[in-house]
C-alpha cells in the first residue's frame, strides 16, 4: 500500500500570501495519478487538481500542482479567506489512499 | 448535472451490518470509463477509501477492510451500495458515494453513521 505524507500539518498565513503544500509517497506513483481536494467543515471534499497538475473545472488558476515521483506539491498563489480549508492529496494507482490532511488557516 | 446521494440508517448496533445506497442521477452509472467508490470520514479525522464498483460490477476493495465489505451496482435502478459487516465503533463515520475517474469528480453530501448500541 502506498502511504501519502503530508505536511505540513497546519499552515497559517495572511491573505495575499502564497501557501505551499507537500505529499510525499512512500513508493514512486507510476502513470500521473495524483489527485488534491479541498474539504471544508460539514460539506464533502473538492477536486482541485487531478493528474498531478491538472485543474478540476471551475477552479481558479491561483491552485496549481506541480511534482513527480514521490514527491508532490499544491501551490495556492494569493491567498483569500474562503481558501480556508482542509487540503487532501490522494493517490489513484495503484489502489487509492489519501494523505492525512493539511489545515490552511488564514490570519 | 451528475449527482450523487446516500441514503441508509443513521445509527448500527455493534456487530450489525451497515447497509449504505448511493443513488445517481443526472447520469447513468453504467458507463465504462467511471467507477463507483464509497469512502468514509472519521468525526475529526481524514478520508478513507473504502472500494469501488465498476458497471461490470467487478470491485476493489481496501485490504484493511476486505474482510467486511461489499460493494454491489445496480444498473437498473441506477444505484451502487455498500454493505459493512461486524461493525463496531471504529466505523462510526460519515460515508461519502463518490464518482471516480481522473480523481473524484463528484461527490455525494455524506451521511453520519453512528454505530452504537
Known amino acids: 500500500e502506498i502511504v501519502l505524507t503530508q505536511s505540513p500539518g497546519t499552515l497559517s498565513l495572511s491573505p495575499g500570501e502564497r501557501a505551499t503544500l507537500s505529499c510525499r509517497a512512500t513508493?514512486?506513483?507510476?502513470?500521473?495519478?495524483l489527485a488534491w481536494y479541498q474539504q471544508k467543515p460539514g460539506q464533502a471534499p473538492r477536486l482541485l487538481i487531478y493528474?498531478?497538475?491538472n485543474r478540476a473545472s471551475g477552479i481558479p488558476d491561483r491552485f496549481s500542482g506541480s511534482g513527480s515521483g514521490t514527491d508532490f506539491t499544491l501551490t495556492i498563489r494569493r491567498l483569500e479567506p474562503e481558501d480556508s480549508a482542509v487540503y487532501y492529496c490522494?493517490?489513484?494507482?495503484?489502489?487509492?489512499?489519501f494523505g492525512g490532511g493539511t489545515k490552511v488557516e488564514i490570519k | 448535472q451528475l449527482q450523487l446521494r446516500e441514503s441508509g440508517p443513521g445509527l448500527v448496533k455493534p456487530s450489525e451490518t451497515l447497509s449504505l445506497t448511493c443513488t445517481v442521477s443526472g447520469g447513468f452509472v453504467n458507463v465504462a470509463t467511471y467507477y463507483w467508490s464509497w469512502i468514509r470520514q472519521p468525526p475529526g479525522k481524514g478520508l478513507e477509501w473504502i472500494g469501488d464498483v465498476y458497471y461490470s460490477g467487478s470491485t476493489n476493495y481496501n485490504p484493511s477492510l476486505k474482510s467486511r465489505v461489499a460493494i454491489s451496482i445496480d444498473t437498473s435502478k441506477n444505484q451502487f451500495s455498500l454493505r459493512l459487516t461486524s461493525v463496531t465503533a471504529a466505523d462510526t463515520a460519515v460515508f461519502f458515494c463518490?464518482?471516480?475517474?481522473?480523481?473524484?469528480?463528484?461527490w455525494g453530501p455524506g451521511t453520519l453513521v453512528t454505530v452504537s448500541s
Open positions: 513508493q514512486r506513483i507510476s502513470s500521473v495519478f
Open positions: 490522494q493517490q489513484y494507482g495503484p489502489s487509492i489512499t
Open positions: 463518490a464518482k471516480g475517474g481522473d480523481g473524484y469528480e463528484e
Open positions: 493528474g498531478v497538475f
